[in-house]
Structures are given as C-alpha cells and as structure tokens.
C-alpha cells in the first residue's frame, strides 16, 4: 500500500510535522510518502497555474497513493489554510474514493473541531473517503516524547495501530471501487451541494 502522509501545518518544526514523522517511522516502516505542507510545495491556489512544475508534482503524489493520512493541528478551532488549499489543487482525479485516516492535533484537549471541519468542507469535489475512525493527539508536545511511556503514550500507540490496519483494510477493499468509480464517474465529477 502507498500512503501518503500529510503535515498540515504551515508552521516549520510543527508537533503535526513531528507526529506525521512519528506515524511514518512507527506504523509505515518509512515507507509512506511524507508531504510537509510547511516546505510550501503548492502556491497559493488562485484558479490559474495548474501547468505548474510544483503543482504537477504534489498532484502526482496525491494520484500515487493509495490511502492518506492528514496530520491536521487545530488552530483556534480551525484547520490551518495550508491543508485547505491542497484540496483546492488536489480533487476528484487525485483523490477519490481513497481512504484517509485524519489526525488531529492539539497543544491542549482540543483537536476535534478540525476532525469535523475536515469531513465537512473538503470531501465534497475531492471525493476523499474519510474512515469513521480517527485520532487526535492532544497535549501533543507530551506525547511520545519520554523513552518510558506513559498510559496516554501506549494507549494512542495502540489506538493508533488499530486506525493503520483500518486504513490498510479500507484502501485494499477500495481499490476496484475506486477503478470503477473512476470510469464510471463521467459528467459527475463534482458532488452535489
């Protein structure tokens, strides 16, 4: 399985950057994709530009893999614009119909508006399937940083293998719906509102 692993922060030296690292190194063996959207890799999405060398590439990215995980921090309740603007390159073509696991970060105990901003605003054109479960990371810079673990440590390693072996699941159980979907999908590329 290709997995494409997304850091959503625009900030360098994130938690999300570091956990998108961690996730990668623990439950991908580092071999999934590691897309840090704080590296700039897509300008700022203004309707033109889509022959771009930058854009060609991400998108390739995105149409390689074959699930995502998107490691989103929670910035005053809201996801950061640099995530959103990804989905205003990326659509249907590269994404649908492929699992994605969303993360939530959190420098406190809240991370979960993103979770339900993410599943509201950016499926829709994109087509991305988001799995019923997700995880959030809450008091991030604590966690899975002490060589003994704590109880949360174990606990969202374990939660956290439990999600990856979904995700796993899902993206082997899509990949002929997503063929089919794809030559079938004709006039419909956008979802309905």
Same mark, same amino acid.
């Given at each position: ?65 074959? *699930? ?7 910035? =005053?309740? !809201?996801?950061? &614009?640099?995530? %959103? +603007?990804?989905? /205003? ?17 959190? *420098? ?7 979770? =339900?901003? !993410?599943?509201? &605003?950016?499926? %829709? +054109?994109?087509? /991305? ?35 990856? +072996? ?28």
């Amino acid at each position: 399985m290709k997995t494409l692993i997304i850091s959503a922060s625009q900030r360098a030296d994130s938690q999300s950057s570091r956990i998108a690292g961690l996730l990668n190194t623990r439950y991908f063996n580092n071999s999934a994709d590691l897309l840090d959207l704080a590296a700039k890799p897509l300008p700022e999405w203004d309707g033109t530009g889509f022959d771009r060398d930058d854009v060609k590439a991400v998108k390739a990215r995105a149409l390689a893999a074959d *699930a995502l995980v998107l490691v989103v921090p929670e910035w =005053n309740g !809201m996801a950061p &614009s640099a995530v %959103k +603007n990804f989905f /205003l390159w990326c659509g249907a073509a590269e994404l649908a119909h492929k699992p994605a696991l969303l993360v939530g970060v959190s *420098a406190g105990t809240g991370g979960a508006y993103v979770i =339900n901003e !993410m599943r509201t &605003s950016s499926y %829709k +054109n994109s087509r /991305l399937l988001y799995l019923p479960e997700h995880l959030l990371m809450r008091d991030v810079e604590n966690l899975w940083v002490n060589d003994t673990p704590t109880k949360s440590d174990t606990y969202l390693s374990e939660r956290t293998r439990y999600a990856v +072996n979904l995700l796993e699941a899902y993206a082997k159980a899509l990949a002929p719906v997503r063929k089919q979907a794809l030559e079938t999908m004709g006039a419909f590329t956008n979802g309905m509102s």
